[in-house]
């Protein structure tokens, strides 16, 4: 698997849009230094998706960022997408990496310590933890963790960790400087109404605490 820079992972997320132009928040996202990007798409048809993630994915490519396809591994594979992002109702990760090969990343999203050992066993690349605190980008969000929880996860796992839920340019150094290796974001840069000036405002927080 090719190294991966985690520090800022965009979740383009179709719903939290509110239809605006996907590609348009993705390249301003990339613009102002987003390292990963993940496509969701959950209401959509599967043609609509392979439309968007066709167009997301002609652009990462000439800038060198992996593109993640959330749940969907038909769209993955149709699309020669960087990788997949699965949750605990998903396929299972060893399904998953049969059918995609040992070059593709798959992250597996996890809310506990036992989740976290468990998808590293079994050959996660990396996990998305979380929520870290409370969000509204997903209607069956489970408890968040705090920054405690987050803790105690990273002290159990040594593949990448990348913190997700609710965060923001008011709380990332805080969440970063636990020892995650990245931080998630949604709503961050897909309602701002200047996606590139968001993510650099991230990113300086970031780059503050390391």
Known sequence: MKQVNWKLYFIADFETSKRRDLVWI???????GATVVQLRAKSISTREFLD????????????GIPFIINDRIDIALALDADGVHLGQNDMPLQIARKILGKEKIIGISVNNIEEAVEAENNGADYLGVGPVFPTTTKPDIRAPLG??????IRKKVKIPIVAIG???????????SI???GVAVI???VLSS???????KLIKEWDSVQ
């Open 179 to 181: 020892g995650v290796d």
């Open 187 to 189: 709503s961050a840069i």
């Open 194 to 200: 200047d996606p590139c000036q968001s993510a650099r």
């Open 26 to 32: 993705v390249n301003e996202a990339v613009k102002g």
């Open 166 to 176: 609710g965060i923001n340019e008011n709380n990332i150094r805080e969440v970063c």
């Open 147 to 152: 920054i405690e929880g987050l803790k105690k």
């Open 52 to 63: 968007i993630g066709k167009k997301i994915h002609s652009f990462l490519k000439k800038k």
